[in-house]
């Protein structure tokens, strides 16, 4: 399974964001999907998106779901400094 999530390039982040979330959403995504080691990607794009290449419709909603949660607590894992 390979999954991208690519971020506007409108959106304002930090420094190191966009490598930070990378190695998170691996890290969580790898708990529930372990074949999915190295198969994540974040970049910049003209919008915001969620692709899952190789999963089925359940997987891309469970991906869906963790990536959110990820995003929603970036205090607890990112650090700007």
């Known amino acids: 399974m390979r999954i991208e ?3 506007a390039k409108t959106t304002q982040l930090p420094a ?11 890290r969580r995504i790898s708990q529930h999907f372990p074949e999915t080691d190295n198969h ?10 969620l ?3 190789g999963g089925a419709k ?17 205090d607890d894992w990112f650090d700007s400094e």
Do not use: P
Request: charge should be negative; aromatic fraction near 4%; avoid cysteine.
């Open 5 to 7: 999530v690519t971020i």
């Open 16 to 26: 190191g964001a966009v490598d930070a979330l990378t190695q998170e959403l691996t």
């Open 40 to 49: 994540v990607q974040v970049r910049y794009a003209t919008g915001n998106n």
């Open 51 to 53: 692709s899952v290449m």
């Open 58 to 74: 359940e997987d891309k909603d469970r991906i869906s779901e963790i990536l959110q949660e990820t995003w929603e607590s970036a």
